[in-house]
């Protein structure tokens, strides 16, 4: 397996990491206990502490001193992370036949900032954009959507809709215009070629291999929500791209626990 690519930040592989195996001993690592893991990432240990210090600024750490120094996952990172678990491990793509939710959005001037939230939220939730002020996303995802935007208080600002694509036009074109494939394509692309398969010798490689594969894959469901076949190009690389991080963390995960245990 290729080396992390530059574009994955130290910080990505700690949450990766805290999402893995801190939350099932209720969400606290030690300093000591992630230096040691992100080492077997070569990540040395001025990087770990300098991203540890950005996760907390942004609000995903928090520092809590039990026998030693530790950080534990905040009430918000652990949402995001339970948000994230159903779209990065599961399998299933929407169909035509679930229909299609719209969100439309008005924010007053005064609330800019509540209007960039939004649209970051619903970008990162992996929505299109119809028009200006109107978004799209299969209609499986409407019960995410409902809690993040009552997690973040900004339901009072918002609309969701169920609907159906009546006419007019080809909604493969369309497709094409509310979310950008080819750049998408290209990410899948790069994923497959970074994983190729290998069977790593020790658990510790296998524990290194299953965070980059991890961390390299979830960005990915939320780019692609997953959109229906039926709208989608012939032999969709994202279904190889599946194909290929479900396979590897059947092989990896258990082995990746195993030394993550080890090191605590």
């Not at 679930?98 to 509540?114: I, N, Q, T």
């Amino acid at each position: 397996m290729t080396a992390v690519p530059e574009t994955v930040q130290p910080r990505h592989l700690i949450v990766t990491v805290y999402g893995l195996y801190a939350r099932e001993t209720g969400g606290w690592m030690s300093v000591a206990r992630i230096i040691s893991l992100l080492a077997d990432l070569n990540v040395d240990e001025p990087a770990v502490r300098s991203s540890i210090s950005r996760l907390k600024r942004r609000g995903m750490l928090e520092p809590v001193r039990k026998s030693v120094a530790g950080y534990q996952l905040s009430t918000e990172a652990e949402a995001i992370l339970r948000e994230g678990d159903h779209r990065i491990f599961q399998r299933d793509r929407a169909t035509l036949a679930d229909g299609w939710l719209l969100a439309v959005f008005s924010v007053p001037e005064s609330e800019r900032y509540k209007r960039h939230l939004l649209r970051t939220q619903l970008t990162r939730l992996g929505f299109g954009t119809t028009t200006p002020g109107v978004w799209i996303a299969p209609a499986n995802l409407r019960d995410t959507t409902e809690d993040m935007l009552r997690r973040l208080d900004l339901a009072r600002y918002a609309d969701l809709f169920h609907s159906d694509h009546l006419a007019f036009g080809d909604l493969r074109t369309k497709i094409r215009l509310w979310w950008d494939l080819d750049q998408l394509e290209r990410l899948y692309e790069d994923f497959v070629r970074a994983h190729s398969r290998r069977r790593p010798r020790t658990d510790r490689e296998a524990f290194a291999d299953y965070v980059r594969l991890l961390t390299d894959w979830r960005r990915l469901p939320y780019l692609d929500p997953g959109l229906p076949k039926e709208v989608l190009p012939p032999r969709w690389i994202g279904i190889r791209a599946a194909d290929t991080f479900f396979t590897l963390q059947a092989q990896l995960a258990e082995r990746a626990k195993r030394h993550a245990v080890m090191t605590s």
